[in-house]
């Protein structure tokens, strides 16, 4: 195993994954400067209009219709209606480019998200953030370690050969997560940001997606990659997060100071600003975590006040309407909802949405209150932590691309993350967001009344 991880150290620019599928024809740079331009403009013109119909006539946030016209965008419905023009807009040549256009726009947005992470709530709330978080996994890997034999009776959901340990560990993994880039993105549309709640939810979904990624390296160590990448994500994830909580709001103090001095933010501050948040994405990535723990752990310790409003202000809009989009679009051309073409596999598929809510939902929601959390909270965070979303989907992928799970269950699980993020926004507002703004503990959600008018 020291060999292993000696070897790993070494050379983090080794591979980090499978390679991407051999094609037809390469692409001059000005091919894919053409086909990239019109991606983004299908891309922002679907997120917009899905996004509107998503808040008029169903309730839904605007990052919820960005998730659905992703995946409208992939073979799950362009691709079965028109499957020339999907493939004209979406060659595959330039999947590769688009996923590093995803990766930067979800890593900032969680860098910003970081930023206005309420610690001290986190301290006055550490009890039943710790009860959450250990709910949130503990129930989930107790659910799996329940369904997973019978899963493994039904030939196609899993690899030939994987051992129930693995299988349980891998099913745990997915039904543990929390969309943590959409629990972020729901949180700060409907002004929880600065709540306990927010703060709490955010918290305890943070370290859940955590360990479910450090279980992923498990079983991918099992699956013949080896122990030292499983040591190097755990050991490496765990001691960078320490040396940020422990030293990075010393260190990242003067930035503060600077922009408090100059009354603004200079280009100079915000390109050192930016590169930090690319290191630090580069290290979470290149030790086998993810590159939005990188983000958020950094923006979570970045200097508040002025300093926070302009990099907010400069930031953010880019972000969320222009580069945040493409995650969700790369993530829909690799779902195919169209898998599911048995009474069999329905039930299957049905059976394992209705044990992920009651393994996250459930479980979070005692958790919230053995900890002292009112009713209207604690449902309120069981609402929250029950969202999936495209985490769960880059997670399955991994499966399926590794050979860990096949294409039926993978749909399975791609119709529980959808499920369960459609169905968190609703839940919330009924379980506590109406109350609360009726009650002016809440604003009214921006745009709603826009949106009524329109």
């Known amino acids: 195993m020291e060999f292993d991880l000696l070897a790993i150290l070494a050379d983090v620019f080794a591979k980090h994954g499978p390679a991407a599928q051999a094609v037809a024809q390469t692409y001059s740079p000005n091919d894919f400067s053409v086909r990239f331009f019109l991606q983004l403009a299908v891309i922002l013109l679907a997120c917009r209009v899905v996004g509107w119909a998503g808040r008029k006539f169903l309730g839904q946030p605007q990052v919820v219709g960005e998730m659905i016209a992703g995946v409208l965008l992939g073979p799950s419905l362009l691709g079965l209606l028109a499957p020339q023009v999907q493939a004209a807009i979406f060659p595959r040549e330039m999947k590769n480019v688009l996923y590093c256009g995803a990766q930067l726009g979800v890593g900032l947005y969680m860098f910003l998200v970081g930023t206005t992470l309420r610690l001290d709530h986190f301290a006055t709330k550490a009890r039943s953030a710790i009860g959450v978080s250990v709910a949130g996994i503990t129930a989930p890997f107790f659910i799996a370690w329940l369904i997973t034999p019978l899963l493994l009776t039904v030939p196609g959901l899993f690899a030939d050969g994987i051992s129930t340990a693995n299988a349980t560990l891998f099913m745990g993994a997915c039904i543990a997560l929390t969309a943590f880039p959409m629990l972020a993105r729901i949180i700060n549309e409907r002004g929880l940001a600065n709540t306990s709640l927010g703060t709490l939810s955010l918290t305890a979904g943070a370290f859940d997606d955590a360990v479910s990624w450090c279980v992923l390296a498990l079983v991918l160590a099992a699956f013949g990659a080896g122990p030292g990448v499983a040591v190097l994500a755990i050991g490496g994830g765990v001691l960078y997060a320490a040396f940020i909580m422990l030293f990075g709001r010393r260190l990242l103090a003067p930035l503060g100071r600077i922009v408090e001095r100059e009354g603004q933010m200079s280009t100079t501050v915000l390109g050192i600003t930016m590169a930090l948040f690319c290191l630090s994405a580069f290290i979470m990535d290149a030790v086998g975590i993810h590159a939005i723990f990188g983000g958020f752990i950094l923006g979570a310790v970045m200097p508040r006040g002025l300093f926070a409003a302009e990099l907010k202000k400069k930031v953010e809009p880019l972000a969320v309407v222009l580069l945040l989009p493409m995650f969700f679009t790369y993530s829909g051309l690799n779902t195919r909802l169209d898998m599911i073409n048995s009474l069999q596999l329905l039930l299957i598929a049905l059976g394992v949405l209705a044990a992920s809510v009651l393994a ?35 997670i399955i992928n991994i499966g399926l691309q590794k050979g860990i799970i096949g294409p039926a269950l993978f749909s399975m699980l791609v119709l529980m993350a959808v499920a369960t993020t459609m169905m968190a926004t609703p839940l919330f507002e009924a379980v506590y967001g109406r109350k609360a703004r009726e009650s002016g503990e809440l604003d009214a959600v921006p745009g709603r009344a826009a949106g009524r008018a329109a």
């Open 360 to 394: 996250k939902f459930g479980a979070c929601y005692l958790a919230a209150r053995l900890a002292g959390e009112d009713n209207r909270t604690a449902l309120g965070i069981g609402a929250l932590m029950n969202s999936r979303g495209l985490m769960e989907l880059i």
